[in-house]
């Protein structure tokens, strides 16, 4: 399936990345990497000078796996960045071939947070 056929899931995600940040509709940055059987995600909110991270929760990661295992071929992505900022959901997408050989999702990951939110600290709320 091509991903323009999966917009209403596309939108659910939007959903669920909202409501897992308390309903918040500004500064949120979700990162996911998926392989078969794995998802690999966090969740940001901006907020001022700091950032917050939120656990996804099941919700959000199932529907990242469902997306993901509806796709084939060349719209199968590794790796999905959305954006919630001003009420307004985007995605962009890092394909298999995107990847550096032998890297690894934690030198991705932060790669990706510090494009969306510089050099600001990461709040990560204790266990």
């Avoid at 899931?9 to 949120?28: F, K």
């Avoid at 656990?55 to 959000?60: E, I, K, S, V, W």
């Amino acid at each position: 399936m091509r991903s323009t056929d999966i917009g209403s899931d596309y939108e659910e995600l939007a959903h669920l990345i909202v409501e897992a940040c308390g309903d918040a509709t500004d500064g949120l940055f979700l990162y996911a990497e998926v392989e078969p059987g794995v998802v690999g995600s966090g969740l940001f909110q901006e907020l001022g000078g700091r950032v917050v991270y939120h656990h996804p929760t099941r919700d959000l990661t199932n529907k990242l796996d469902e997306i993901w295992e509806k796709l084939d071929g060349d719209d199968r992505w590794h790796a999905i960045r959305c954006r919630v900022v001003g009420g307004r959901f985007s995605a962009e997408f890092d394909f298999p071939s995107d990847l550096k050989p032998g890297e690894s999702l934690s030198e991705r990951r932060p790669r990706a947070l510090n494009a969306v939110f510089g050099d600001k600290r990461i709040e990560y709320p204790e266990l």
